[in-house]
């Protein structure tokens, strides 16, 4: 059998072999796209490569949907060639990241649970196109994703017409892993029926329409390496800080041994976190998280951890040459769907979920921003941490105490834009410990993030700062025209600290 028979096993579709050329003059100025992706993992890379550079000679505007970040420098060769009107729902590159702090490219940051729902409802496009990267088609019409599963089965459902990257770089050994279900339209659905991480509901592959593939595009090109940093001594620390917390809660009876199901969000900070529950006595662990990073393959080497399920696998680039050198030892443990399952609401409710995110700041109170740089400058977007810190039965949000060399505190007087709200966040977690702030008023609150999470350098300045709020008085003590002080004088002279020179 030749490859071509091999991995397109629906006769109808073996004709359709295109060029990535070819594929892509079919794209129009002005249309809506989605494309597979979901933190740089099973991102269709032929195409939109062909796509930048024919963008890179002609006038072409199009609005781009995905998953979550593309990889093989996708986002930053779009915003090169200047091709991008609309963005979303998540991003990580710092071109594409520029273009969108300058106004060029206007960016819809947003819940990646919901963006499924904007394009069944017809919010989000019309889509002209799906551009699906896949490990190939069954003889059912199955379109079976690589390594991820993110928004391409409701882009492949609802685009009009769909072009399929074959990338036989992608490990073979992944058919199987995937659980695709559709939940059908708001108001109609029943209950999703998963009620542990390892159900599987749906099928192993994205059902099409077999006549709107306009054409098979082949590609050999394996997922960019995921950038992350491996774990530090703070972050060895800050794991620790939430070892403690989890043992408290084991002692007060509210979680065993094995926990609960674990969620643990994108970047260098929450892998190695979760990399510390290696050394712990947490046994028979369970991750039901929308991305798998390095850490979580350390944790079912060990054994530690017995099942995952999530969205996407991003891994660095030594994690994997290994991981998917030897892929088949993982399928039986492994299980990916598209990213409205992996952080629905209602799954994440019912299971009682651990939630780790990262944060760039949060306030006195407890308000977390994830997304904007001196609340104004994006710097990659909400993602999923929205859809799991306010559904979880425990949010957690971790930071280093400080950023930029110490001229930046991460801990503020308020918070310069707010994803999550003082509501939504149970514990917060730096270097220099953790404060668990369920079921504390604003003041009790501040009075525990002051005393746990602050840097010692600017723990008398947040002391100051509210004490002079409870002097003018109010639920949750303000100074108004201070409150964003911190943040003008970081601008103004290059640190937040008071009287450094
Ligand atoms: N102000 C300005 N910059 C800050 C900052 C602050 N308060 N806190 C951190 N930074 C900078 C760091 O200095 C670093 O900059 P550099 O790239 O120039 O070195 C950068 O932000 C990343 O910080 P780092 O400490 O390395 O953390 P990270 O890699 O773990 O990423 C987030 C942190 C918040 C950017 C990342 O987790 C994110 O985008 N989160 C939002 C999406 C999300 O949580 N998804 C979860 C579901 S998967």
Same mark, same amino acid.
């Given at each position: 059998m030749d490859q071509r028979h091999d991995r397109i096993k629906l006769t109808a579709l073996q004709e359709q072999v295109a060029t990535a050329e070819q594929a892509a003059s079919w794209i129009k100025d002005g249309m809506a796209i989605g494309f597979s992706g979901f933190t740089q993992a099973g991102d269709a890379k032929a195409v939109p490569n062909a796509l930048a550079k024919r963008g890179e000679k002609e006038s072409l505007k199009i609005d781009v949907y995905t998953g979550a970040s593309l990889g093989s420098g996708t986002d930053g060769r779009f915003a090169q060639a200047g091709i991008v009107q609309k963005r979303a729902p998540y991003q990580s590159d710092s071109l594409m990241r520029a273009a969108i702090n300058s106004g060029e490219v206007q960016f819809v940051d947003h819940h990646l649970s919901q963006t499924a729902e904007w394009v069944r409802g017809g =919010?989000?496009?019309?889509?002209?196109f799906a551009i699906i990267e896949a490990l190939g088609i069954t003889e059912e019409g199955l379109l079976i994703p690589t390594t991820s599963v993110g928004n391409s089965a409701v882009f492949a459902l609802h685009a009009k017409e769909l072009i399929i990257e074959i990338n036989t770089a992608q490990p073979a050994e992944m058919e199987g892993i995937h659980d695709c279900f559709e939940p059908g339209a708001l108001g109609k659905r029943q209950p999703i029926p998963l009620v542990s991480p390892r159900d599987r509901i749906g099928t192993k592959g994205i059902p099409i329409d =077999?006549?709107? =593939?306009?054409g098979i595009v082949w590609t050999h090109q394996a997922d960019s390496p995921s950038p992350i940093e491996p774990p530090d001594k703070e972050t060895e620390v800050m794991a620790g800080h939430l070892l403690n917390f989890l043992r408290g809660e084991v002692e007060a009876g509210r979680l065993d041994q094995n926990l609960a199901p674990l969620q643990s969000g994108v970047g260098s900070v929450a892998n190695a976190v979760l990399h510390g529950l290696l050394y712990s006595e947490f046994e028979g662990l369970e991750l039901y998280s929308e991305v798998l990073q390095d850490a979580v393959f350390d944790l079912l080497d060990s054994g530690k951890a017995l099942f995952a399920s999530a969205s996407a696998i991003t891994l660095s680039k030594p994690y994997m040459e290994r991981i998917y050198q030897d892929f088949g030892r993982y399928r039986d443990r492994l299980v990916l769907r598209p990213q409205e399952i992996s952080n629905h609401p209602e799954i994440i409710r019912r299971l009682g979920l651990i939630s780790i995110n990262t944060a760039l700041e949060f306030d006195l109170y407890g308000n977390v921003n994830s997304t904007h740089v001196a609340g104004t400058r994006m710097m990659n977007g909400i993602g999923g941490s929205g859809d799991f810190g306010r559904n979880a039965q425990l949010a957690i949000f971790v930071t280093k105490s400080t950023a930029k060399d110490g001229r930046i505190s991460c801990v503020v007087p308020f918070a310069s834009h707010i994803d999550h709200t003082e509501h939504d966040v149970d514990v917060l977690v730096t270097e220099y410990g953790f404060a668990d702030i369920r079921n504390l008023a604003p003041r009790e609150r501040a009075e525990r993030i002051i005393a746990n999470c602050v840097h010692p350098d600017y723990r008398a300045q947040l002391q100051g700062y509210f004490d002079r709020a409870i002097a003018q008085g109010g639920h949750t003590p303000h100074v108004l025209d201070e409150a964003l002080s911190w943040h003008a004088r970081y601008t103004r002279t290059g640190t937040m600290l008071k009287n450094s020179t």
């Open positions: =919010v989000a496009g019309p889509l002209d =077999v006549s709107k =593939v306009k």
